[in-house]
Structure formats: C-alpha cells, structure tokens
C-alpha cells in the first residue's frame, strides 16, 4: 500500500527514512553514483533506493549525506516516491530505544 509523505519545509520522511535539505556539503569526494542505497529492509527485504542521473553519499560528521547532483528520487515498494532537487541532504534512519540501546527501527 502506498502512503503519503510527509513534507515540511525541505523535510521528508519515507517509511523509516528521514531525509532533510542541509546548507553544508562534506568537503571529501566520493565516486558518483546514479543509485545509492539509503536503507535496506531487514524484515521486508525492500529498500529506500536514492536514483537520479548523479549523486554522492557519505559520511560526514557522524551523519550520511548525499549530495545530489540533478533532480532525484527516493523510491520504495511500500511508500510513495519522494522528489528531491540537487544539493545535499541528509539521511537519517529512525531509531527506537531498548533496554540494551537505540537501535534502527526494523523495516
């Protein structure tokens, strides 16, 4: 079943995935990429793939940031496609906590 996406002002979420427009590139170069894995499915098997004609990821900061490099989307079996304009964007995996830590959230 496909859901809606929630935007607000350069936020989207899609599922599990939080992706946020952010002001600040990383410095370091990465090999481009025309699919980027975001996240996978550990319970489903699917995936949050970022598509477009370019873009990188990496960590930077303690944080994953994709910058992309022409108009893009983030698809899923599951979820409605988020539309993404060039710049950097940062992901970030939902977490709950635990009684042994945070942990990802199962998708």
Known sequence: ?????????????QG????????VAPNGESEP????TLAEGEVTGHSHVLE????????WKEERVAVVKAPARVTHQEHATVSLMPGPHRITRQREYTPEGLIN???
């Open 1 to 13: 079943m496909k859901t809606e996406n929630q935007k607000i002002a350069g936020q989207y979420r």
């Open 52 to 59: 477009c004609g370019s873009a990188t990821a990496d960590w």
């Open 33 to 36: 990429k025309t699919k980027i």
């Open 16 to 23: 599990d995935v939080l992706i946020e427009r952010v002001d």
């Open 105 to 107: 959230v199962a998708d």
